[in-house]
């Protein structure tokens, strides 16, 4: 089976641009969920989706969404970009639930 | 408020020692835990888990002990690799409901060798 792929994989971008990234599950795998990885606060949870609904939310805010679509392939938008929104983008997909799940490559968004 | 603690950024071990990570958590919903490992430009991979049943998980080389009463987990590594040298983080879950997985602030476990 193929992993989960996440494009792009570098983004360089300026601070108020939007951006959209984007994760391609594991086939056969219907949740999936999108991490932010900066450094020292370890992977920080931003959004689950699940047969393309918003199953859970981190304490983010509005700035950052996403969707699923039918193919279980989902993307996230941040709008408005910070600096601070610079960090490593983590998509992972699982089966059914949060257990186990299987991590992308991530993307590595850059804001100057 | 942090539920996933690792409260060791960083750990040196000389190859063929024992690593010792720790983990506490203070949600006592959470009843399964896991720990992952990661290398630079690449996503973290799933290593061992535990439910809260059990005190001690073994897999290989690799070891997790559960201390519920102290909310506390470690992984044990023995013996320890060069090539175990990565970003380890904890995480948990509760399995009442569909919760997301919570995630530790990482340790980055460095193997001398």
């Known amino acids: 089976k193929a992993g989960v792929t996440q494009t792009p994989r570098y983004l360089i971008k300026t601070r108020g641009q939007q951006v959209t990234l984007s994760c391609s599950p594991i086939s056969g795998h219907r949740s999936v969920s999108w991490y932010q990885q900066t450094p020292g606060q370890g992977l920080q949870f931003l959004f689950e989706y699940f047969s393309e609904t918003q199953r859970n939310k981190g304490n983010f805010p509005g700035r950052f969404s996403g969707r699923q679509f039918s193919n279980s392939r989902s993307e996230m938008n941040v709008s408005t970009l910070e600096l601070g929104d610079s960090a490593l983008y983590l998509c992972?997909?699982?089966?059914?639930?949060?257990?186990?799940?299987?991590f992308g490559p991530g993307t590595r968004l850059t804001v100057t | 408020d942090q539920q996933v603690k690792q409260n060791s950024p960083s750990l040196s071990v000389q190859e063929g020692r024992i690593s010792i990570l720790n983990c506490d958590y203070t949600n006592s919903m959470f009843d399964y835990f896991l720990w992952y490992k990661k290398y630079p430009a690449e996503g973290p991979t799933f290593l061992i888990s535990i439910s809260s049943i059990k005190d001690k998980n073994e897999d290989g080389r690799f070891t997790v002990f559960l201390n519920k009463s102290a909310k506390h987990l470690s992984l044990h590594i023995v013996p320890s690799q060069p090539g175990d040298s990565a970003v380890y983080f904890c995480?948990?879950?509760?399995?009442?409901?569909?919760?997301?997985?919570?995630f530790g602030k990482g340790t980055r476990l460095s193997v001398i060798a």
């Open positions: 992972a997909s699982s089966a059914t639930s949060a257990y186990e799940q299987y």
């Open positions: 995480a948990a879950i509760s399995n009442s409901g569909n919760t997301p997985l919570v």
